[in-house]
């Protein structure tokens, strides 16, 4: 008998051999920045841990850290954004400006970049969601296809989320 033998995906690969590096967190951050980019695409790319206690959000990595640099925080308000995506663990895509402006009150400091879309990937652990991958491009960018292209990228950042340290 026969086997057909499949390639890996070289992004994955590149995401997984970045965890094995002594640079961490950076070398992984980086490594998914990348493969992000060039799988789904983003202009703008951030991860956020997610405190359940404090019912904050910490930004732990972002690939335009003038306007938004790594250490913010921002307390997160009760509705149906933190609902689906920290309660449930489902993934949000916001399709247009105005999907964003519903749920992001920093959505003209986000439309100044270019970005008029969003896909907010949890990165879940245990019936918890830990954090997020935030990924914003123009409009219309990101379709139901994308989740599940990010899925695996999402849960490869587990790692740095159950680290003690994030920085």
């Known amino acids: 008998m026969t086997r057909t033998k499949r390639q890996a995906d070289p992004l994955l690969c590149a995401v997984a051999a970045a965890q094995g590096r002594v640079d961490q967190p950076d070398a992984l951050f980086a490594a998914l920045d990348e493969a992000v980019k060039s799988a789904i695409g983003h202009k703008l790319f951030t991860i956020l841990t997610y405190d359940g206690d404090s019912g904050e959000a910490a930004r732990i990595y972002s690939n335009l850290p003038g306007p938004y ?21 489902e993934a949000y895509i916001g399709r247009t400006q105005a999907d964003l402006r519903m749920v992001f009150s920093d959505h003209e400091l986000i439309a100044s970049l270019g970005c008029e879309s969003v896909l907010n990937m949890p990165v879940r652990w245990r019936g918890r969601t830990l954090g997020s991958l935030n990924l914003l491009h123009e409009a219309d960018w990101y379709g139901e296809d994308d989740v599940a292209a990010c899925l695996p990228f999402a849960q490869l950042t587990l790692p740095a989320l159950l680290a003690p340290a994030h920085f």
């Not at 640099?69 to 663990?89: C, F, I, M, S, Y």
């Open 69 to 89: 640099p790594t250490g913010g925080r921002k307390r997160l308000a009760p509705g149906p954004w933190t609902e689906a995506v920290l309660d449930r663990g």
